[in-house]
């Protein structure tokens, strides 16, 4: 029988600005430095044009993958490997930056919400030099569970009941779901063992963790799942006003990380040859 894992730490949301000027809720890569194999987290949510409107100008990256997941609204991609999608509510996008790439991500819109996440995942040392790949999901290809509660699950990568993700063939074998519970539902969901594994609740809030040892979770709040042997569920009870919230899970790389803005590889030489490259053309 499966036990459900600890709640170890609550981060709340650190508000930051990144790109050009967007504003963002930013919970690793700020409170938390990094998660292995997870280096970043940040939720958008805006609906003044001001806050986003100037979106991700052409940037380089190296080393690890991205994946951004909308929401609402619309953004678009662009990168030097001739790459272009359109992200729209419910859609997703995963790049692997690899040996290098030089994308932009702007928004196709000036005005109303847009609201979604960018993750970042890191690569091995044996792959951070690998060819980029671009990856993009549109919202009917998510497959969807629909549970008698009315409770949902969007499984964007990994597995949930006989449900698969779309997003396939990266190398830290991630599990990514959209959870949306009712008010007062239950959610519990095995975790591989071993992997590294948190929750951000998106909307609501619940208690997350074994009944007797179960801590609340609030909006904009991230919960570090513990990694224990014998510990390898998850359960949720949602608060009277529900809880949608994201489960991320990825086996960790146990490797050094040297990181300098867009480049995250292993070592300070590393990261200086990514400069080099980058500001001779070489991406």
């Keep these: 029988m499966s036990k459900s894992r600890l709640v170890s730490k609550i981060v709340n949301g650190m508000n930051v600005s990144d790109g050009a000027g967007v504003k963002l809720k930013r919970t690793i890569g700020g409170p938390i430095n990094s998660l ?7 939720e958008f949510k805006n609906d003044n044009p001001k806050d986003y409107v100037s979106g991700f100008p052409e940037h380089p990256h190296r080393g690890f993958e991205t994946v951004t997941y909308m929401l609402e609204g619309s953004m678009e991609h662009k990168d030097n490997k001739g790459n272009k999608g359109l992200l729209k509510p419910g859609s997703v996008q995963w790049m692997t930056a690899g040996r290098g790439i030089v ?9 109303g919400l847009i609201h979604g996440f960018q993750l970042w995942c890191n690569l091995g040392a044996k792959n951070k030099m690998m060819e980029p790949r671009y990856q993009d999901i549109p919202a009917k290809n998510i497959p969807q569970v629909l ?3 009315g409770s949902k699950v969007k499984v964007i ?3 949930y009941k006989d449900k698969t993700g779309p997003v396939e063939g990266i190398l830290t074998n991630p599990t990514y779901l959209d959870v949306e519970l009712t008010a007062g539902s239950k ?9 590294t594994s948190f929750v951000y609740v998106i909307q609501g809030g619940g208690r997350f ?8 979770v609030k909006t904009h709040q991230l919960a570090i799942l513990e990694t224990s042997q014998g510990r390898d569920s998850i359960d949720v009870l949602a608060d009277d006003e529900g809880c949608r ?16 803005g867009p480049f995250v590889m292993n070592t300070e030489a590393e990261i200086q040859q990514a400069i080099k490259d980058y500001q001779t053309g070489k991406f």
């Design 187 to 195: 959610f519990t969901e095995l975790i591989p063992e071993g992997h």
């Design 103 to 111: 994308h932009s991500e702007m928004p196709k819109q000036n005005k």
């Design 245 to 260: 919230f994201l489960l991320l899970a990825a086996m960790p790389l146990n490797e050094p990380i040297a990181r300098y």
């Design 209 to 216: 963790g074994p009944i007797q040892n179960s801590k609340q």
């Design 36 to 42: 292995d194999p997870f280096l970043l987290l940040d």
């Design 157 to 159: 990568a990994g597995q």
């Design 147 to 149: 549970e008698e509660d």
